[in-house]
């Protein structure tokens, strides 16, 4: 099995600033730089929307058009962990954040779904303040 464990959230002014990560553990999980890793968020009342993901090497990434220029991902393989620097925070961004992996491995073609995920950690709430 695989845990994804997030952290970094918080309550924030429109304008900061906020590092989540995602730290990945798990037997089945060894290789982590093998595989896709992805950041979704959700409002209340709202679906699942792709954020950003990063592919196994980290040498590419993918963003949604309203947080382009605005967040970055980025992963360190020899901790296992992913993050996302969100700068520039806008009410709208405000959302429950996740982060997840599919089990197959590579730079997914699925990234944008979250129906291309297969495991997904617990979720950290961000709120930005107008």
């Known amino acids: 099995q695989v845990q994804l464990v997030e952290s970094g959230g918080g309550l924030v002014q429109a304008g900061g600033s906020l590092r989540l990560s995602c730290a990945a553990s798990?037997?089945?999980?060894?290789?982590?730089?093998?595989?896709?890793m992805g950041w979704f968020r959700q409002a209340p009342g709202k679906e699942r929307e792709f954020v950003a993901a990063i592919s196994p090497s980290g040498k590419m990434t993918d963003e949604a058009d309203s947080v382009k220029g605005r967040f970055t991902i980025f992963r360190d393989n020899a901790k296992n962990t992913v993050y996302l620097q969100m700068n520039g925070l806008k009410p709208e961004d405000a959302a429950v954040y996740y982060c997840?992996?599919?089990?197959?491995?590579?730079?997914?073609?699925?990234?944008?779904?979250?129906?291309?995920?297969?495991?997904w950690g617990q979720g950290t709430q961000v709120t930005v303040s107008s």
């Open positions: 997840g992996t599919p089990r197959t491995s590579g730079w997914s073609s699925r990234r944008r779904t979250h129906l291309g995920y297969d495991y």
């Open positions: 798990g037997h089945t999980f060894s290789l982590y730089s093998l595989y896709t």
